[in-house]
């Protein structure tokens, strides 16, 4: 509950826990307005929700919202709570709105999770063996390096539940190029491994589209398709 970015009043919470591929904006447990700041390092996805709800099945000494071997009455009250009353739905990027959000409706696999003492929800801690959940959710493309923001707004109308956060992101610069060492390894190959494919690819392109060829870069993209052309 200490560092919960759940509990974040002001974006001091934002790097709590933060160590994979895309960063993590969350909402907040109050329906009061916020404003966020926030640091995000170059080149990271962002993935965030203006609304959504967890329902998990009870444990031994730990109630929950629904039988542990019988996980759909858990998600049907996930998706009962959020898709009928959802009735306010809006989020600006850079003060432009995305469009269609009612399509952003997702809904997860179901989960295992840990809850700590003291967490941000009250919950009894310990390990849950079926989590869900169920929201609209957003999942933003690396930003450039600056100044962004992102406003959602979003109402629960059967609860009355309301989110208001305006994150505010100071996107990092991206570090400078950087040379592997001489005839180290690479995404599982050699160096010289990776000249093999470079020449495959090189000789499978027809003389109208070579790069070999190309005057002025209108050919860089050809054939490029992954981890070595062929």
Same mark, same amino acid.
């Given at each position: ?50 609304? /959504? ?31 009928? /009353? ?13 469009? /269609? ?117 209108? /050919? ?11």
């Amino acid at each position: 509950k200490p560092v919960s970015p759940f509990l974040d009043p002001d974006g001091s919470r934002c790097q709590s826990g933060q160590s994979g591929p895309v960063f993590f904006l969350t909402g907040s447990t109050s329906s009061e307005p916020l404003v966020r700041a926030c640091t995000i390092p170059c080149g990271k996805p962002v993935l965030l929700s203006p609304i /959504n709800v967890i329902a998990w099945g009870e444990e031994p000494g730990k109630p929950g919202d629904c039988p542990k071997d019988q996980p759909e009455k858990c998600r049907a009250i996930a998706r009962d709570y959020i898709v009928p /009353n959802t009735c306010l739905l809006e989020c600006d990027i850079d003060g432009k709105a995305v469009p /269609n959000m009612a399509d952003h409706l997702e809904e997860s696999p179901f989960f295992e999770f840990d809850l700590p003492e003291d967490n941000a929800f009250g919950i009894v801690p310990g390990h849950y063996s079926v989590g869900v959940s169920v929201g609209y959710w957003l999942l933003l493309k690396p930003l450039s390096p600056g100044t962004h923001t992102v406003h959602v707004r979003a109402k629960n109308c059967a609860s009355d539940f309301r989110q208001d956060i305006l994150f505010v992101l100071t996107v990092e610069g991206c570090p400078s190029p950087e040379l592997f060492p001489p005839h180290s390894e690479a995404y599982g190959k050699l160096i010289s491994e990776w000249t093999v494919d470079w020449w495959r690819w090189a000789l499978s392109i027809p003389k109208p589209e070579s790069p070999l060829l190309d005057p002025d870069g209108r /050919n860089c993209q050809v054939k490029q398709s992954g981890a070595g052309a062929s």
